[in-house]
C-alpha cells in the first residue's frame, strides 16, 4: 500500500510538472517561413498562430495562388518548429522517453 501511495505522489508531481511545461510552451514562440522570408508567421507551442508577416511584394492580385501557397508552406513550417520545441520541452520532462499521448 505504501508504494501505491508513492506512485501516486508521484503520478501528481509529474502531472503538475507537465501542466507548467504546457503553460510555459504557451508563451513561448517560433517563427515559420516561406518565399525566402517574404511571409513570415509566428505560433505559440499551442499551436495557436500569433501574427502573420506579408511582404507586399508577393501581393499580386493576378497570382492569388501563389500568395495562399506561401501562407501555408509557412503555416506548416511554423508547426513542425512548434512540434520540435514541444517534443524537446515534454523529451525534458520525460527524460526521452516517448510516452504515447503526451505530443
Known sequence: ??????????LQEAQSQMMQVQEQ???QTVEGSAGG????????GRHELQSIKIDPSVVDPADVEML?????????DARTRADEMIKGEM???TGGFGIPGLM
Do not use: F, H, P
Not at 500500500?1 to 508521484?10: D, V
Not at 522570408?37 to 505559440?44: E, L, R, S
Open 1 to 10: 500500500m505504501k508504494n501505491m501511495s508513492k506512485m501516486l505522489k508521484q
Open 25 to 27: 510552451l504557451a508563451s
Open 37 to 44: 522570408g517574404m511571409v513570415k508567421v509566428v505560433a505559440n
Open 68 to 76: 495562399e501557397d506561401l501562407i501555408t508552406a509557412a503555416l506548416n
Open 91 to 93: 523529451g525534458k520532462l
